[in-house]
Antibody, heavy 116, light 109 residues
Framework: DVQLVESGGGLVQPGGSLRLSCAVS????????MHWVRQAPGKGLVWVSG????????GYADSVRGRFTISRDNAQNTLYLQMNSLRVEDTALYYC?????????WGQGTLVTVSS | EIVLTQSPGTLSLSPGERATLSCRAS???????LAWYQQKPGQAPRLLIY???SRATGIPDRFSGSGSGTDFTLTISRLEPEDFAVYYC??????????FGLGTKVEVK
């Protein structure tokens, strides 16, 4: 069975930092592009960042560019999201997603709350 | 940046009825890169349709997708009780960037 398990969320003050991790099992991570997608409470899905299979290409939503950094360790089957300069509007459930052109797998998400 | 506009925001229908959901792109996109997701409360989204009209593994054939250019449609031929949920269209691409629409909620009338 494929499992994606996010961790690292929590309560942080505005301006603070968090590092999210996504541990993947049941598939070979190096075959998949990986993404972070977030969902604020009661709101829709918003793509945050993505990285290609070997980590050579990354992309970011305008709202997080310059503050968030995506990375991956294929040997450890783990995806990361370093989040700096956090804002109240970054509060959301953060999903880790592995994707190909015809299929994907989602984790259950880790909740990030930015509040003073 | 391409914007995806979904309509209607909410669709109120009864089980057994046909649902037609629209997704309009602000500029033309390749049909190879348009997908639809279903999300139920408390669950992660599930891929239904990729490349505009191909059903993902395990998706029943009452779900179908169509469209081209800027106008895309998800059709549920006969609504089952488990189909009442929120549906998102998504543009993906060969570079790591996705865009989601704001969603259409299909609710019980």
């Amino acid at each position: 069975d494929v499992q994606l398990v996010e961790s690292g969320g929590g309560l942080v003050q505005p301006g603070g930092s968090l590092r999210l991790s996504c541990a993947v099992s049941g598939l070979t991570l190096s075959n998949y592009w990986m993404h972070w997608v977030r969902q604020a409470p009661g709101k829709g899905l918003v793509w945050v960042s993505g990285i290609n299979s070997d980590g050579s290409s990354t992309g970011y939503a305008d709202s997080v560019r310059g503050r968030f950094t995506i990375s991956r360790d294929n040997a450890q089957n783990t995806l990361y999201l370093q989040m700096n300069s956090l804002r109240v509007e970054d509060t959301a459930l953060y999903y880790c997603v592995s994707s190909t052109s015809s299929s994907d797998y989602w984790g259950q998400g880790t909740l990030v709350t930015v509040s003073s | 940046e391409i914007v995806l506009t979904q309509s209607p925001g909410t669709l109120s229908l009864s089980p057994g009825e046909r649902a037609t959901l629209s997704c309009r792109a602000s500029q033309s996109i390749s049909s190879a890169y348009l997908a639809w997701y279903q999300q139920k409360p408390g669950q992660a989204p599930r891929l239904l349709i990729y490349s505009t009209s191909s059903r993902a593994t395990g998706i029943p054939d009452r779900f179908s997708g169509s469209g081209s250019g800027t106008d895309f449609t998800l059709t549920i031929s006969r609504l089952e009780p488990e189909d009442f949920a929120v549906y998102y269209c998504q543009k993906y691409s060969s570079s790591p960037g996705w865009t989601f629409g704001l969603g259409t909620k299909v609710e019980v009338k």
